[in-house]
């Protein structure tokens, strides 16, 4: 059945993509069977999969790492084509990573084909050979069940997924893959053309390649130049040369050739595609990028420093790295109009790469892509641009790209021409609606099942609002909690507005989700508030926002509706302490929480320390007796550790049995709130609980093994200040263990130990210095 | 008085703690297994035994609900064959051999196995619920001082430099790894069955380690300090038993005494400084024997660390060439509770191997202890 569950999957070659996406059905906790040759000269009885198992031990070392659990570690089976190529008939889907050889694969796919399950989807991760040509002579059953998934590097991180269907291929068993790739594997489905390049790396490529290239023809430093690619587009700031040392130099020529090669002889990649001298020679002498000795930037270690260097494009020299001249991206600001036509070479560069980019982006349509939509998706979640270029474009102005194109006498595409003066995305009736090529708008439709707070937020007005959150109508009864700050931080307003949200949701809804779509969950409370009432001694306002938080989190919790918190990115100590108080975690797979408040020399005092030792000291978890629960939060808390996955926070307890975790970013709204619903009927609040704490004892034992790690030199001098405080909180201060602590008794010992270190110097130092640099101070 | 002797010795292979072969095995599964095979190799009369009696230093969880008699029961000795626990942490093992010793002395009994267990991956050192007096913790900070904080201390005190100490666990390594080549630590061990294989061999030596390896190793406890992981004894999982009767019950009954016990001690001293805790025991028991050092044909000294061993070494005047010389825990490994019974019925076997005349064997113990034996072969 082409229609049927996806629940094994082949992978065949284990190179980086390969063994990546192996990784990436793994984590899906769908098991998976890696695949490649037999090493050349393997001995006789010798490791005929030592290529597989090598990929897969890679895996666990690589950081970032690929793997979200050890558990998923163990469901990738290595094997090797000669041997096990039949036990792809086990699989649903077999998706084929090797060399970018057209004979190599073709005839790979004739054993493929011989050996699959005639309802299995055969793919392709090619990123340059067509799928016409990959077919060519293929019979029609292959063809049938045949596709591009075309995967960006890392595939665990990165969200795009190219799918190219080919004239033949099943709808069904196209939408299939697709369905589980969105689903599951958490990728965001972008469809294709079967045109060179696909749509990212058509246009990516494009503009790296103008980027490289016109930044030497200008004479820019490639400081200066990664400053203009980067910020004022909403680029990452590692720019052009920046992505290419990360991408890899030795690959830049490979790529530009092959698509040179199948790319129309009118297409404009043409002109830029010009040999490089300077980065044929850094490939030669092994300066391929960050994997190599360095690439446009390395770190000079010599003599034992540190020091980063640039290479300067006109001589081919390394220097020390300049800040990048940002005087013109300051005078132009948000305007990119402004920035397009500021006098010098900055201006200069900027029209000549993202101008060229922008307009061969509207050339693209329709020959890569249905519509605008898929090429700004597309440069979205496989670059991790903020817009896509019609985004870009409209906050330019079409008509006037156009005739600033018509100026310099360069040829513009149709569809610019085309729309004239009105702009590519327009909101109508609340919806979002993009410019078609019959020249009519549409509504940009979510796939099925998606609810973004991006949407509601069009169309309707927030229940409930301040200046750092809102609550929102999600419909069914649920609302939808949204804190607004930057970085979703916690002060007094998100305080606020989650104790009004408690009444309002407890009076009108049926439910609670927390949850926003900002890169993060929550990075935690406002440090420079707490800094800044530390500094005029405002003590007592510092107590006041603990108390507070306390109470408004242990009234979310005791709540008579259901909460569940929708972590994706950081849930940092405050924000992890919302978790901890909701009835319900569902969380993106890619979410890093714990409680990470000693790095700035404090302890959770928002509940978090309660919450861990109650859901470690539950049966089971550990070993009896008064010490293993409070040893283990001692253990996670003291060193601030931060899981790397959901899977992760599953293991610290941060989430908990029942809680369930969503791949797909897009779908963790929807998922949110069908869990809550799921929880409404019978809801009761959870009852509060008695804790057996150590007492002086405990504390005395988690000490000596803080004390050790101070000698070993892993610990600083106010780690074991702030080790102290928190093994007085975790052991329950005075405590017997035959007096059971009630939650508040702990909750006192947060709020008395926090405002015991807040006043340290070490802490306040601590708490500055994470403001000044982003890092931790290890004093 | 009834001389009493040790007539039989067996072990389990040593395996290194959470990493090893002996991890997922429960240490009273392990022990019985061990047991079972002294019973059997000894050919000693199950009926006759009045006790076993097992040494484990944190007798809790799966060596809790006094694993002694557990153990008796396991191993499917008769009933009446009673079962006990003794918690001496390192000493404990050589501890039961001397209660053994005892009560044959007392006549409350002829035949006893002394035993010992420790699985450091399954029962973590101080244990699953570690609560010290705090009180105590003021006055006497030093007796819950870390064993690798000691070893420093000896180190400091003794003046035993990196290099020495480096040098000295790089012979026990080589000791050890000819032992082991040569098969002589074969009839010692007790294959055991884990379930699913059968393990064979120790797992803990290291039989590769260069000086520049250990050289380049990082201070394990302290950063200013000189022990390394690579001159400590590492955390490791097995058992061993001997069988202690007396000598006339040992002839009445055929069985192969190895060596007789002469003398037994235990001694006290600075917490901070434990592993010096063998001088002040041996010298009780060289004291009671009326022998002196040089009269000592086989030492097995305990390698907690090598900082330690070095420092007893030189304030004995133990010569080098009777020294452990199969190797030590350094390279074997160190199942706290295991230990005692191991170098005692180790020092027993040398010296019938080696056909020498007197043998000690001792070992310091936390918190401030040693324990010494001293046997004569039959």
């Known amino acids: 059945m082409t229609n049927g569950k996806i629940e094994k999957v082949a992978v065949i070659g284990a190179g980086v993509m390969g063994a990546g996406i192996a990784a990436q059905v793994a984590n899906a906790g769908v098991p998976v069977l890696l695949l490649d040759i037999v090493p050349a000269g393997a001995a006789e009885g010798g490791d005929r999969s030592a290529i597989a198992r090598t990929a897969i031990e890679r895996l666990k070392k690589t950081d970032p790492a690929p793997l979200m659990s050890e558990k998923a570690a163990r469901l990738i089976e290595p094997g090797n084509i000669d041997d096990d190529l039949a036990r792809i008939g086990e699989c649903d889907w077999i998706v084929e990573a090797v060399i970018e050889r057209l004979d190599i694969k073709q005839a790979l796919y004739a054993k493929i084909e011989a050996a699959r399950r005639p309802d299995a989807a055969v793919s392709s991760n090619t990123s340059t050979i067509p799928l016409h040509d990959l077919v060519a002579g293929l019979p029609e059953t292959f063809r049938l069940n045949f596709l591009i998934t075309h995967f960006f590097n890392p595939p665990r991180y990165m969200r795009l997924l190219e799918v190219v269907a080919g004239a033949d291929t099943d709808p069904a068993q196209a939408a299939r893959v697709s369905r589980f790739a969105d689903e599951r594997l958490g990728k965001s489905i972008v469809r294709c053309k079967d045109s060179p390049g696909f749509i990212a790396n058509r246009l990516g490529v494009y503009w790296i390649q103008a980027g490289v290239v016109e930044a030497i023809d200008l004479g820019l430093a490639i400081e200066d130049a990664d400053a203009v690619m980067g910020r004022p587009f909403g680029i990452p700031k590692t720019g052009v040369f920046g992505l290419a040392d990360l991408v890899g130099l030795d690959l830049m020529p490979h790529i530009n050739a092959s698509l040179a090669k199948s790319l129309p002889p009118a297409d404009a990649f043409h002109a830029l595609n010009r040999d490089l001298p300077l980065i044929g020679r850094m490939i030669a002498e092994g300066y391929t990028g960050r994997k190599g000795k360095g690439g446009f930037y390395r770190l000079n270690t010599a003599n034992g420093g540190r020091v980063k260097e640039s290479i300067d494009l006109a001589t081919g020299a390394y220097r020390p790295s300049a800040r990048a001249d940002t005087e013109t991206l300051k005078e132009a600001g948000r305007d990119l109009r402004a920035l397009f036509n500021a006098p010098g070479p900055v201006g200069e560069y900027a029209w000549r790469v993202m101008g060229r980019t922008l307009a061969y982006a509207a050339g693209l349509v329709p020959e890569a892509a249905d519509d605008i939509v898929a090429i700004d998706d597309a440069m979205r979640l496989g670059y991790n641009w903020k817009e896509g270029p019609f985004a870009l474009i409209d906050r330019v102005g079409a008509a006037w790209l156009v005739e600033r194109l018509k100026a310099e006498g360069a040829t513009v595409p149709p569809l610019l021409e085309q729309i004239g003066d009105r702009k590519f995305y327009r909101v109508e009736n609340g919806r979002l609606q993009f410019f078609g090529l019959d020249g009519d708008y549409h509504d940009v439709v979510r796939p099925e099942g998606v609810i973004l707070l991006e949407d509601i937020r069009r169309r309707s007005q927030p229940v409930l609002k301040n200046g750092a959150a809102s609550l929102w109508d999600i419909g069914d009864g649920v609302a939808c909690f949204e804190i607004t700050t930057r970085g979703n931080s916690l002060d007094d307003q998100v305080l606020d507005a989650l104790d009004r949200t408690i009444k309002l949701v407890a009076r009108d809804y049926k439910a609670l989700v927390i949850y926003n779509e900002g890169r993060h969950f929550s990075v935690g409370a406002n440090l420079g508030l707490a800094l800044f009432a530390a500094n005029i001694a405002a003590w007592g306002e510092i107590e006041k926002l603990v108390a507070t938080g306390q109470k408004v989190y242990g009234a979310l919790k005791h709540a008579p509706f259901p909460v569940v918190g929708a972590p994706s990115g950081m849930a940092l100590g405050g924000g992890c302490e919302l978790l901890l108080h909701s009835d319900a975690v569902q969380a993106h797979a890619e979410t890093y929480a714990g409680l990470v408040e000693c790095g700035v020399g404090l302890v959770p005092a928002w509940g978090g320390c309660k919450e861990l030792l109650v859901r470690w000291s539950a049966p089971g978890k550990l070993p009896h007796g008064p010490m293993p629960a409070p040893a283990k939060v001692f253990e996670m808390v003291s060193t601030a550790t931060v899981s790397k996955s959901a899977a992760e926070a599953r293991d610290m307890l941060i989430l908990r049995e029942g809680d369930r975790v969503t791949m797909n970013r897009d779908r963790l709204l929807a998922d949110a709130k069908a869990r809550a619903l799921e929880l409404v009927e019978g809801y009761t609040p959870p009852e509060r609980v008695e804790i057996v704490l150590p007492g002086p004892s405990g504390k005395l034992a988690m000490m000596m093994a803080a004390q050790g790690f101070h000698k070993r030199g892993i610990a600083t001098d106010h780690d074991l200040v702030v080790a102290d405080g928190l093994a007085d909180v975790l052991s329950g201060g005075d405590a017997d263990p035959t007096v059971p602590a009630a939650e508040k008794d702990v909750l006192r010992l947060e709020r008395e130990t926090f405002m015991r270190l807040a006043r340290t110097p070490g802490t306040l130092a601590r708490i500055e210095h994470m403001l000044l640099t982003g890092k931790p101070l290890r004093n | ?234 955390l490791t999982d097995g058992a061993s038993a001997v069988l202690v009767t007396s000598e006339d019950y040992a002839d009445r009954n055929g069985l192969t005494p190895l060596a007789r016990v002469v003398s037994v001690a235990v001694a006290g001293c600075e917490p901070e400084i434990m592993g010096i805790g063998p001088v002040a025991a041996t010298r009780k028991a060289l004291n009671r024997a009326g022998l002196t050092i040089d009269d000592i044909d086989i030492v097995e000294l305990n390698e907690a660390f090598a900082s330690q061993a070095l420092a007893c070494v030189r304030e004995l005047g133990i010569r080098e060439e009777t020294l452990n010389i199969d190797g030590g825990a350094i390279a074997l490994g160190h199942p706290l509770g295991a230990t005692g019974a191991r170098i005692t019925g180790k020092a027993a076997s040398l010296l019938v191997r080696e056909g020498k005349r007197y043998a000690l064997a001792t070992q310091c113990i936390g918190g401030g202890q040693g324990i010494a034996t001293i046997l004569e072969r039959v």
Not at chain 2, 50 to 71: K, S, T, W
């Open chain 2, 1 to 234: 008085m009834k001389n009493v002797v040790i007539a039989g010795y067996v072990r389990s292979p040593f395996g290194l703690a959470r990493k090893g072969d002996l991890a997922r095995v429960r240490p009273d599964d392990l022990a019985a297994q061990v047991v079972r095979a002294l019973v059997e190799r000894s050919r000693v009369k199950a009926a006759d035994l009045e006790d076993l009696i097992m040494g484990c230093a944190f007798p809790e969880g799966e060596q809790g609900f006094n694993i002694g008699r557990a153990v008796g029961l396991l191993a499917g000795l008769p009933l009446s064959v009673a079962g006990m626990t003794v918690n001496r942490y390192c000493g404990s093992s050589m501890q039961s051999i001397h209660i053994a010793a005892g009560q044959i002395q007392l006549g409350a009994g002829e035949a006893f196995i002394a035993a010992g267990v420790e699985s450091m991956s399954r029962v973590p050192m101080m244990g699953f619920n570690p609560l010290p007096n705090p009180a105590f913790a003021k006055t006497r900070p030093g007796a819950l001082l870390g064993m690798g904080d000691t070893a420093e201390n000896v180190a400091r005190q003794w003046d035993i430099g990196r290099q020495e100490q480096e040098a000295f666990a790089l012979r026990s390594q080589r000791l050890t790894a000819e032992a082991q080549a040569a098969g002589r630590l074969d009839d010692e061990i007790v294959a055991i069955d884990t379930g699913k294989s059968l393990v064979t061999r120790d797992g803990c030596p290291r039989p590769d380690t260069t000086a520049e390896a250990l050289a380049a190793l990082k201070p394990a406890f302290d950063a200013q300090g000189t022990v390394t992981a690579g001159t400590s004894s590492p």
